[in-house]
């Protein structure tokens, strides 16, 4: 069915959006090979899916033990039970923004464009990303100028309350779907607020925000209000270190995911193709 998506996708009908029936789907021709053959080709394909899922779930493994470790060091952000200093994030922090909001005009190649789909709890990833122009990019960054170790958070949209921080070197801007978060270093460390953001208690405090319209967002006027606990400086500063040495195993893991991910695929081509 992966393979002849295209295929099916080409059959469907209507006008304000396609869908393909059930009757065009049930005559809707496959090749089906003997059952052996099957058999042969299903072991070898479930053997490498074992391995995606297993990469998968490391990776999953890894923001557990984030979010644990900063619950044993810090408590509920929330709750704050272990009574550290409250401040207003704005008072933390040297910016709080977000990116451009009129629809800029993509180009096919240039300074990415990272939207909501692209921030991930990992990292920023840039597959499928849109592209900017470097005059554009000029212009939206004396707004909005992320750099590394700023803080990014999903402001609206189905992943609203994601967050992670800035590793990419390159130039990239931001849409206005995405906010940045300068933190002060002087006041607090970007990791140590990353690990907040990351807690489910706090994100859904932030959330709440919203109100109750068609669709949630995380306003800036309101989070730059939100709370923060502030544990002291040293504190912060182990949690970053193990923080960034978690980011290094979860780097690899990730590596390892896309190894596996292309060795299925071509797994699956090969099928396909007889050549398994």
């Known amino acids: 069915m992966k393979k002849y998506t295209p295929n099916i996708q080409s059959l469907g009908t209507g006008t304000t959006f396609k869908e393909v029936s059930k009757a065009v789907i049930e005559k809707f021709e496959i090749p089906v090979p003997p059952m052996e053959e099957q058999r042969r080709i299903a072991a070898i394909l479930d053997q490498a899916d074992g391995l995606r ?95 590394v170790g700023d803080l990014l958070l999903v402001s609206r949209g189905a992943t609203i309350g994601r967050s992670c921080l800035v590793e990419a070197e390159n130039a990239f801007c931001l849409m206005g779907s995405v906010i940045l978060i300068k933190v002060d270093n002087s006041k607090a460390l970007s990791g140590y607020l990353s690990g907040c953001f990351s807690q489910a208690n706090f994100m859904n405090q932030l959330t709440k925000t919203s109100g109750a319209s068609a669709q949630q967002a995380i306003y800036l006027k309101d989070l730059k209000k939100t709370k923060i606990p502030i544990p002291p400086y040293p504190l912060q500063k182990n949690f970053c270190q193990i923080y960034n040495q978690v980011s290094i195993t979860r780097k690899k893991y990730l590596n390892a995911q896309f190894y596996t991910e292309n060795l299925f695929n071509s797994l699956l081509q090969r099928a396909f193709h007889g050549e398994l």
């Open 53 to 147: 899922r297993k990469r998968k779930e490391a990776i999953r493994l890894t923001d557990e033990l984030l979010r644990a470790t900063f619950l044993d060091m810090f408590g509920d952000p929330v709750t704050n039970l272990k009574g550290w200093d409250v401040y207003l994030l704005d008072h933390v922090t040297q910016k709080v923004t977000d990116g451009e909001h009129l629809n800029p005009q993509f180009i096919d190649k240039g300074i990415p464009m990272v939207m909501a789909n692209n921030v991930r709890a990992s990292g920023i990833t840039f597959d499928d990303v849109k592209y900017v122009s470097i005059a554009d990019h000029e212009k939206f960054t004396k707004k909005c100028n992320p750099e």
